[in-house]
């Protein structure tokens, strides 16, 4: 009952020097605290529940291009160690794989709550005003975690395959096609293009649980658009999230390390 805890305190154990720890550390402060200075000093007419909401896109944008530093890193850690044969020749070597994308997500998490903290504190200290409850702040966290397995999933194959570059590489693409789906685009095509679920899938939850509403917005809320599209984009990426992590895990049975050719 202990292994698969005790394989994650080991992924820990081997990432604490290097940078992967501090990146979800020190890169939520800096973007949190850039904003709240940010709206603290501007004097533009915006409501709390718009600043909320374009933290998030924010955050959801920049989620991709992290991902695929920190999946790449950690892999790139066990080639380096002797071409995976730690992970490979591990008596459980699916669970070596699990804890790996447990750890992220821990790390995710845990960056997650620092980002939003710092920024909902901030926001309150210079406008004395709550946003949201504590109970949406949760849920928002926990959406954007979930919204982003996939994405974690993903990288780490491609960073056993081929490497940093192409998890990078595929990371800068991601974050600007994330930033285009939070656009007009993105009501079409946007649910189906996994980097744009988090910045969808918050964007809607945002709409639904404030009290800022133009017209239309509250047109759309009564005709369920917005609830509609919440469900929806929920069940494409729990759908997806599960079969791309069955799929991996069938892949990971077979993988025999990376070519050095």
């Known amino acids: 009952m202990c292994t698969p805890i005790k394989f994650i305190k080991s992924d820990f154990y081997k990432i604490r020097r290097t940078a992967m720890f501090w990146i979800h550390i020190i890169v939520p402060i800096l973007i949190s605290l850039l904003f709240v200075a940010y709206y603290g000093t501007s004097t533009a007419a915006v409501d709390n529940v718009s600043k909320m909401g374009l933290y998030m896109q924010i955050l959801s944008v920049g989620f991709p291009l992290i991902i695929g530093i920190v999946c790449a890193m ?24 699990s804890s790996k994308i447990c750890m992220l997500l821990f790390m995710a998490f845990f960056s997650l709550i620092i980002a939003i903290g710092i920024f909902v504190l901030g926001l309150e200290f210079l406008v004395h005003k709550d946003v949201f409850n504590f109970y949406i702040y949760g849920n928002i966290i926990l959406i954007l975690l979930f919204s982003q397995i996939f994405l974690y999933i993903l990288h780490l194959l491609l960073s056993f395959c081929f490497g940093t570059g192409v998890s990078i590489g595929l990371g800068i693409a991601e974050s600007l096609v994330s930033a ?35 017209i239309n917005v509250l047109l759309y809320k009564f005709q369920g658009l917005y609830m509609n ?18 799929l991996s895990l069938i892949w990971y049975n077979y993988f025999e390390g990376r070519s050095e050719n």
């Open 229 to 246: 599209e919440f469900k929806l984009g929920i069940y494409i990426c729990g759908i997806a999230t599960i079969i791309l992590f069955l």
């Open 74 to 97: 950690d892999v790139e850690q066990e080639y380096d160690a002797g071409n995976f044969q730690g992970l490979l020749m591990s008596e459980h070597k699916l669970l070596s794989f």
């Open 180 to 214: 285009l789906m939070l656009t007009g685009l993105g009501d079409v095509i946007g649910k189906w293009i996994p980097c744009s679920w988090g910045g969808r899938i918050i964007q809607n939850y945002i709409i639904l649980n404030s009290d800022v509403y133009d």
